[in-house]
Every structure is written in C-alpha cells, then in structure tokens.
C-alpha cells in the first residue's frame, strides 16, 4: 500500500468561477461550502482507498483514482484540508479480487482508518460492505454497479451507478415493452446477475419477456455464444459486459448479425474500446453511466482539468464524487462515523454529472443517466449525446436496509 497527502493543484480552483459562489448561497451545502468550515486538530483525514490497480479492472481503478485527485481538489478548493486536517490517504490494491480486498481493509481498519472508499468489482464491494459494517466504518463504494450494494448497511454508500439506473436508462428506447421480446447478453458473475435481475424487474415488469444468455466469466470464443443470440429473435439484446474480453465480444455479435437483427442496447464503456466496435458501433444504442461531452458545469471542467490529456472517461466521475462525499462525511462528521452516516443521507450536490442525492433510505445515488449514438469511425469513433434522463427517470426503488 503507498500512502501520500494529496495537495492538489490549485490551477483547479479557477475552473470554479461565480457558479461555484453561487452554489455556496444554496440551501443544499457543497462539499467546498464544507471545506470553509473550520474541524478537528490538525490531525489527518485518514482515508483508505482500496480498488483496482492491477488485474481484469485495472483501467477502470485508474480512472478512479484520476477523478478522486480531481475531485479532491474541487471540494476542498485546491487545498487537500477539510477545515485544518490534511486529507492523508493510504491506497491497497485489489487487483479485482474480493479476499484481498477484506484482507487490505482489515489491514486499514487496524490502523485507524474510519473511512474507505474504492471497490471497482462488483464482487469486491458486496465483501467490503459487511467488513465496513462489522468494524462501524465509513464505506463509499465505487464503479461497482451491483444493485446488491444499495440498502445493503448503513454504514455503505455509493459514488457511482448501480446497474437498475443502467437497465431504466435501456427501458427509455423501449417506450411500449408489453408483449416484447428481451434476451440479456451478459457474463456470469454478480455484475451479470445484478444486470439480469434489473431487466426482469423493469422491463419484464412492464410486460416483456425476458430471457438471459449468460457467458461464462472465462470465455474467450464468442462465436456460438453470438449465435444464440442471433436465434433467441428478441426485439431487444441488452448487453452488459465489463472487461477486456469486450473487444471479442462485440465482434462476434456483429460477424453473427446480431447488431441488425434486433434493437441492440448497451452501457457505453471506456475509452479504450470505443474503437473495437469499428462499423459496428453506429448499430449500437448506447445508455451512458458518463461519457465526455455529456455534461457541462463546474465540476465537469475541475474534472477535465485533472485527468490525463484532459479527456473524461467512463469511471472518472465516481472517484470524484467519492471524494466530494468524503469531504462531506469528514467536515460535518469529524471522527465520528454514525455522523458522517448522517451528513451523507439525504445529501444533495452538484457534481460531474449534474444534480446528485444520496437518498436517505437505502444510500442510493439518484442522478441522471444518459442515452448516446455513436458518430465516426475507427479511432475517431466518439459518444454523442441524445438525451439526458432526469434523475427521477432513473431512480430505482427503494430498497430495505439491511443493517
């Protein structure tokens, strides 16, 4: 694990302009509101950031932590300090595997840390939120999407989106679902099922037919996985997929015609692989967690400033948005966890995506999702926005806290 106070640079705090003055007369505080406020001794935030740094997520956990340095800085106006105290963090790596996870956790929670944030795998977070909730820690999960995480205790949250937000984003170009035909094209695992389950809840709740075609984990020959879909005739091919096996994938729906066999509709990815959709891509319809271009506001530009050749990509915003809730969490909460637990409910914020709520209940994050097309070609194959879905037309039901 490496260890570092973050002083991030204070070029961010330009970026922020009259709109971030205004948010401070709201009456929803910002997490930079928070930051003004005076708190504790001097003695360091400690936050431990366990996530994905080697293994099948590494570019996602990169992305991660680009956009918590990011988000860093925007929340505490350049400074690294909520109030006195020093932001220190310790960073673990995961390497996408949930016993390590715990393992690094325990480690962290045995030195004192009373907040962690991170989980890039859906796996790791449904391990680290017990944990969290065994020692009475602060766990703010990360681009792990499984819907399992949302209610699962009072002391887990979220800063990304969880896979019932992905699935009413999809159920938007499916405005009449009743009497249709749905096939999930997913990967066994929990990301799948999450994925799976959110389809037969929203769509198939709406009257369709759903049906799932789960690949294993380990495949690498798609082929006659294609071809199953390709027969299975379905009015709708969800497809949620996570990984470097996509590339693969989306080549083999497209030799096997399924890309226009069907409307085909799935989570825009990385950067990374835009450009293995090739022709393919424009045959896509895209539900959007984020992709740059999406959205414009102060938090957007911080963002932009922060992140490598100033290019947004998918998981960006969910390490900045942790940090924005960990700025939160420490300034109203100090040490005191069942405070922070408290700060965060019912919080409402501005941040890379728009307006978001950390709804009181279960610790969803209501925020908005997006649908995109994409235009060009090749490496010039990029996301444009369609439309942005309000918050309320993305917000999952509510679910019963577990403890």
Known sequence: MSRQTYTPRRVLVAVLGLSVAAAFASACSSPQEAANEPAGDGAPIKVGLVYSQTGPLAGYGKQYIEGWKAGLAFATKGTGKVGNRPVEVKEADDAGDAAKAVSAGKDLIGQGYKILAGSTSSAVATQMAPLAAQNKVLFISGP????????????????????????????????????????????????????????????????????????????????????????????????????????????????????????????????ASWPTFGAAGGKISLLAHYFDGASDN???????????????????????????????????????????????????????????????????????????????????????????????????PVAQMKG
């Open 298 to 396: 102060p938090a957007t530009a911080a963002l932009r400033q922060g992140v490598s050749g100033g290019k947004i990509d998918l998981f960006n915003p969910d390490g900045f948005t942790a940090a924005q809730m960990v700025v939160r969490a420490a300034q109203e909460g100090g040490d005191d966890v069942d405070k922070m637990v408290t700060a965060l409910e019912g919080y409402s914020f501005d941040g890379v995506k728009g307006r978001l709520t950390v709804r009181k209940e279960d610790h969803a994050l209501l925020q908005p999702m997006f649908q995109g097309k994409f235009s060009g070609s090749g490496t010039d194959l990029k996301p444009d926005l369609i439309k942005a879905l309000d918050p309320a037309d993305a917000t999952p």
């Open 144 to 271: 792990a999407a499984t819907d399992a995480v949302t209610g699962i205790n009072k002391y887990t949250f979220r800063s990304g989106r969880q896979s019932y937000q992905d699935v009413l984003a999809a159920k938007s170009y499916l405005p009449a679902p009743s009497g249709k035909k749905v096939l999930v094209f997913t990967q066994e695992g929990a990301f799948g099922k999450s994925n799976a389950d959110a389809v037969k809840a929203v769509i198939g709740g709406a009257g369709a037919t759903v049906d799932t075609l789960a690949v294993p984990a380990n495949a690498t020959d798609f082929t006659g996985f294609a071809v199953q879909a390709k027969n299975a005739k379905a009015d709708m091919i969800f497809v949620a997929w996570a990984g470097t096996t996509a590339t693969t994938m989306w080549q083999a729906l497209d030799q096997q015609g399924v890309l226009g066999s069907a409307l085909v509709v799935t989570g825009i990815d990385q950067r």
